[in-house]
């Protein structure tokens, strides 16, 4: 028992000792970075004019009236909100296929993971690549007979429905891989059940499939959600927050403010409020999880 008593305080300091570098890490480049955004906030520095002012709550009190700051709030919603439904249904009809309706096309799997692990500025380029009127196959194609397809990249809602398309192809295996793991835990026996009354494929989805489903549709999409405010790499190959302001959602915003504009201390300000919208609804996800895994 002695030997034992005096081994413990030993692995307890390799232990510490292992953990050291990652905790050195998180500080150097999370909490570090994290606390200079926030007194950064509160300041009024300038890349151009320097410490213009002490600490001073007029970045806050500024976004309540900037305009460009209101629609890039809602950019970013409607980017985010199409982006999740599109991902969504995606990546569920694709497993709910592959699991349920053709089984055996489960080797391909594979296949359809291989967008999520493709950079976004790649994606970005391929997709800007295809949305080019005059670089896409595609255009190519229709013009050979005679069918001009509209560029989608010169127009609001055309800009818009160009990067959800490119964040869906991108992001939807990640929706198709947890919605595939939730399937693994229906029993088959439901659906055989379900078969000898006389049900069909569609009517088992819908009626059996899609109602088990319903937990983890909820916190895929709240997950999907978070992920999809940082829409940054794909604005800023494919559209350049344009065209005008059509595509500017808050992260592009505040990259503009900080390094465009120089406005360092309120473009903090602008990724404050987003830190705080990513902790509100991290914190809602983090409830509803509790919830569905109490029910």
Do not use: C
Not at 102 to 123: C, S, T
């Amino acid at each position: 028992m002695n030997q034992i008593s005096g081994v413990q305080p030993v692995l307890q300091r390799s232990y510490r000792l292992m953990l050291l570098p990652a905790v050195i890490a998180v500080l150097v480049f999370a909490v570090l970075p994290l606390v200079g955004m926030f007194v950064l906030s509160f300041t009024g520095f300038d890349l151009v004019k320097g410490w213009d002012t002490g600490f001073t709550f007029d970045n806050f009190t500024k976004l309540a009236s900037d305009k460009r700051f209101i629609n890039s709030v809602w950019v970013m919603l409607a980017l985010s909100v199409f982006g999740v439904i599109a991902q969504v249904i995606a990546g569920t009809l694709i497993a709910v296929g592959l699991e349920k309706i053709i089984p055996r096309w489960r080797h391909v799997r594979g296949f359809f993971v291989v967008p999520f692990v493709v950079p976004h500025v790649a994606v970005a380029l391929v997709w800007l690549s295809l949305f080019t009127p005059t670089l896409s196959p595609i255009n190519a194609f229709f013009d050979l007979f005679g069918i001009t397809i509209p560029a989608f990249l010169t127009t609001r809602w055309g800009a818009i429905s160009a990067i959800v398309i490119a964040d869906t192809w991108a992001s939807f295996p990640f929706v198709m891989l947890l919605i595939l793991a939730a399937l693994q835990g229906i029993s088959t026996d439901l659906d055989e059940a379900a078969s000898i009354d006389g049900a069909t494929k569609m009517q088992v989805f819908w009626r059996i499939t899609l109602p088990l489903l319903k937990p983890a549709l909820l916190m895929v999409a709240l997950f999907r959600f978070i992920e999809t405010i940082k829409h940054f790499p794909l604005i800023y190959v494919m559209t350049n927050g344009g065209p005008g302001r059509a595509t500017q959602a808050t992260n592009y915003y505040a990259f503009i403010q900080t390094f465009q504009n120089s406005k360092v201390s309120y473009g903090a300000a602008i990724a404050v409020f987003l830190f705080i919208f990513a902790a509100i609804i991290s914190f809602w996800v983090a409830r509803m999880n509790a919830r569905l895994s109490d029910a």
